[in-house]
């Protein structure tokens, strides 16, 4: 595996999730997701952070002014903008006083350079597109607070394929209006990774050493990273992309998979300070601030990138782990996770709990606890995907399972009058440490008033169940020939916040319930939550039933 050394050659990140990636299905971002995404971004060493268009909506606006407060390290804030109008002078666009006054010390500029987009979509001369690129860089090249001025060759790829003189004519006036980097874009996302090496050489030799060429790819042939990585490798400088490869139709290139392969596979230098192993916390911070689910397959940084479940499997990591890593999950901030399912060997829970519970020698409790998970799996439960339930079966099965709780009754009423939105009352009745508790709560249905009777019913007793809060839930029919009589699995992921951390969470509880009635199996994943966290926050000699 190679490693970056001083003398190898350094590729420059350029992030542009807070534009680029919220042009994404289902991403929005506040002003406050922004500045503390940027700060993130600066942590890890990214170069570079496109922050919007200045113009574009009072958020953007707003993001411009509160980001020159932050006490960024490593990162530039880019503003982007589009040229100046046809005909019409730098000074008298609106668009380009606002890319100057955003006080950003780069500042990139888009432009047409596929003819077609200039004949059809601008209907310019190609003369006067020529000109509106190289007036609008040396206009804002000139502003008092911009360092560089960076070209967006939107539509390269086609442009160049269509008309390679006229392609290269748009790069040279990016160059005569003073840009310092010219960024290469595959803006439908359709090249291959040969046509973007055979491009981004061509260019290079044309054009020599004086044009720093950047790379800008989206994923629509699912070739983003690929060609990345070719265009770095014919001499491109810089990457630009998204964290987790949000962005419009299929996504851009996600960083965080670009940065791992070009920093352990490749042996380029990139992230300034060299913080690799902040690449996960990153894109789950940032899946988090999207109010997006996390992709568990995604390289480098996905919950299952470095997941192994297969007996066999997991037999060979435990001798020889890089026999089934392409490398280690620490060098990314992640971890491996050996998983327990019907398929597992009684390895697997030694290996994935062993050395919490003090069971890597217990045989015999290993293979009851094995022949546990396959039954169960067998009725329907899914433990891989609900590590928390797997625990407390483990606590249940070493007779070690606290009674924070007993439960005398639940109910839930729901009512529905015609054209009138249904309301849900649930009442829970329960014995706690030697009192009897009785609550009612309403709910907009019957998990959210389930949730918040227990909550009311505990909150006195133990108040740190006031810090899981849930934050995903799936419920999946496990033998639909049954039709609405089926059994279902009900998975539940509650986060754990702490104003104390980042994004306020600290960590994540996940956990299963499965019945033919799907508000008894919520109200198993409820409670089983509860009872896991408050397992982990109560004192030790609880937790071994002293």
């Given at each position: 595996?190679?490693?970056?050394?001083?003398?190898?050659?350094?590729?420059?990140?350029?992030?542009?999730?807070?534009?680029?990636?919220?042009?994404?299905?289902?991403?929005?971002?506040?002003?406050?997701?922004?500045?503390?995404?940027?700060?993130?971004?600066?942590?890890?060493?990214?170069?570079?952070?496109?922050?919007?268009?200045?113009?574009?909506?009072?958020?953007?606006?707003?993001?411009?002014?509160?980001?020159?407060?932050?006490?960024?390290?490593?990162?530039?804030?880019?503003?982007?903008?589009?040229?100046?109008?046809?005909?019409?002078?730098?000074?008298?666009?609106?668009?380009?006083?606002?890319?100057?006054?955003?006080?950003?010390?780069?500042?990139?500029?888009?432009?047409?350079?596929?003819?077609?987009?200039?004949?059809?979509?601008?209907?310019v001369s190609r003369e006067e597109n020529l000109a509106m690129i190289r007036d609008s860089l040396a206009f804002c090249e000139a502003g008092p607070d911009c360092e560089q001025v960076f070209y967006d060759a939107e539509h390269f790829f086609d442009g160049y394929r269509a008309n390679p003189d006229y392609a290269l004519a748009t790069l040279r006036a990016a160059l005569e209006g003073g840009a310092s980097r010219l960024v290469l874009c595959d803006t439908n996302g359709g090249s291959l990774p040969g046509w973007v090496t055979q491009?981004?050489?061509?260019?290079?030799?044309?054009?020599?050493?004086?044009?720093?060429?950047?790379?800008?790819?989206?994923?629509?042939?699912?070739?983003?990273?690929?060609?990345?990585?070719?265009?770095?490798?014919?001499?491109?400088?810089?990457?630009?992309?998204?964290?987790?490869?949000?962005?419009?139709?299929?996504?851009?290139?996600?960083?965080?998979?670009?940065?791992?392969?070009?920093?352990?596979?490749?042996?380029?230098?990139?992230?300034?300070?060299?913080?690799?192993?902040?690449?996960?916390?990153?894109?789950?911070?940032?899946?988090?601030?999207?109010?997006?689910?996390?992709?568990?397959?995604?390289?480098?940084?996905?919950?299952?990138?470095?997941?192994?479940?297969?007996?066999?499997?997991?037999?060979?990591?435990?001798?020889?782990?890089?026999?089934?890593?392409?490398?280690?999950?620490?060098?990314?901030?992640?971890?491996?996770?050996?998983?327990?399912?019907?398929?597992?060997?009684?390895?697997?829970?030694?290996?994935?709990?062993?050395?919490?519970?003090?069971?890597?020698?217990?045989?015999?409790?290993?293979?009851t606890v094995l022949q546990r998970v396959q039954d169960l799996e067998h009725q329907g439960y899914h433990f891989e995907a609900a590590q928390a339930s797997f625990e407390l079966l483990l606590y249940d099965a070493m007779g070690r399972l606290p009674d924070f709780w007993e439960l005398d009754h639940y109910r839930c009423v729901i009512l529905r009058r015609n054209k009138e939105t249904a309301t849900t009352e649930a009442t829970v009745k329960l014995r706690t440490n030697g009192q009897t508790e009785h609550r009612v709560a309403e709910?907009?249905?019957?998990?959210?008033?389930?949730?918040?009777?227990?909550?009311?019913?505990?909150?006195?007793?133990?108040?740190?169940?006031?810090?899981?809060?849930?934050?995903?839930?799936?419920?999946?029919?496990?033998?639909?020939?049954?039709?609405?009589?089926?059994?279902?699995?009900?998975?539940?992921?509650?986060?754990?916040?702490?104003?104390?951390?980042?994004?306020?969470?600290?960590?994540?509880?996940?956990?299963?319930?499965?019945?033919?009635?799907?508000?008894?199996?919520?109200?198993?994943?409820?409670?089983?939550?509860?009872?896991?966290?408050?397992?982990?926050?109560?004192?030790?000699?609880?937790?071994?039933?002293?």
């Amino acid at each position: 595996m190679n490693t970056p050394n001083a003398t190898q050659r350094r590729v420059e990140i350029y992030d542009t999730t807070l534009r680029d990636g919220t042009q994404g299905e289902g991403v929005n971002l506040s002003l406050v997701d922004k500045l503390k995404i940027t700060q993130l971004l600066d942590s890890v060493g990214v170069d570079f952070v496109e922050g919007g268009y200045p113009l574009s909506n009072p958020k953007d606006e707003a993001y411009f002014q509160e980001v020159r407060k932050l006490d960024l390290k490593h990162t530039k804030v880019c503003a982007f903008g589009m040229t100046r109008r046809k005909e019409i002078d730098p000074a008298d666009d609106a668009g380009m006083r606002a890319l100057v006054a955003s006080g950003s010390p780069v500042i990139t500029i888009v432009g047409k350079t596929w003819d077609l987009h200039v004949d059809e979509v601008l209907r310019v001369s190609r003369e006067e597109n020529l000109a509106m690129i190289r007036d609008s860089l040396a206009f804002c090249e000139a502003g008092p607070d911009c360092e560089q001025v960076f070209y967006d060759a939107e539509h390269f790829f086609d442009g160049y394929r269509a008309n390679p003189d006229y392609a290269l004519a748009t790069l040279r006036a990016a160059l005569e209006g003073g840009a310092s980097r010219l960024v290469l874009c595959d803006t439908n996302g359709g090249s291959l990774p040969g046509w973007v090496t055979q491009a981004v050489t061509e260019v290079h030799n044309v054009l020599g050493n004086d044009a720093q060429l950047a790379i800008h790819t989206h994923n629509d042939s699912g070739l983003a990273v690929a060609n990345s990585l070719a265009a770095v490798e014919a001499g491109a400088v810089q990457v630009q992309g998204t964290i987790n490869g949000i962005g419009e139709r299929c996504g851009n290139v996600d960083l965080t998979t670009v940065i791992a392969n070009l920093r352990l596979k490749m042996g380029y230098g990139c992230l300034t300070g060299g913080n690799l192993d902040g690449l996960t916390k990153l894109s789950r911070a940032v899946y988090e601030r999207a109010n997006l689910a996390l992709s568990s397959c995604q390289p480098y940084v996905g919950t299952s990138a470095f997941a192994h479940k297969g007996g066999m499997h997991v037999h060979a990591v435990q001798r020889i782990a890089h026999s089934y890593e392409h490398v280690e999950p620490g060098l990314v901030g992640n971890e491996r996770r050996i998983l327990v399912s019907e398929l597992s060997g009684a390895s697997n829970i030694s290996a994935t709990l062993g050395e919490k519970f003090s069971i890597q020698d217990d045989k015999a409790l290993q293979r009851t606890v094995l022949q546990r998970v396959q039954d169960l799996e067998h009725q329907g439960y899914h433990f891989e995907a609900a590590q928390a339930s797997f625990e407390l079966l483990l606590y249940d099965a070493m007779g070690r399972l606290p009674d924070f709780w007993e439960l005398d009754h639940y109910r839930c009423v729901i009512l529905r009058r015609n054209k009138e939105t249904a309301t849900t009352e649930a009442t829970v009745k329960l014995r706690t440490n030697g009192q009897t508790e009785h609550r009612v709560a309403e709910g907009d249905g019957p998990v959210n008033a389930l949730d918040g009777a227990l909550r009311k019913a505990l909150k006195d007793h133990y108040p740190q169940i006031n810090d899981v809060h849930l934050a995903d839930y799936k419920v999946r029919v496990v033998n639909p020939t049954a039709e609405s009589a089926a059994k279902v699995r009900v998975i539940a992921e509650f986060a754990v916040r702490d104003n104390g951390h980042d994004n306020g969470i600290t960590r994540y509880i996940t956990t299963i319930g499965v019945n033919e009635n799907i508000i008894d199996a919520s109200w198993q994943a409820i409670a089983d939550a509860f009872r896991y966290h408050l397992i982990e926050t109560t004192t030790p000699a609880r937790v071994q039933g002293a």
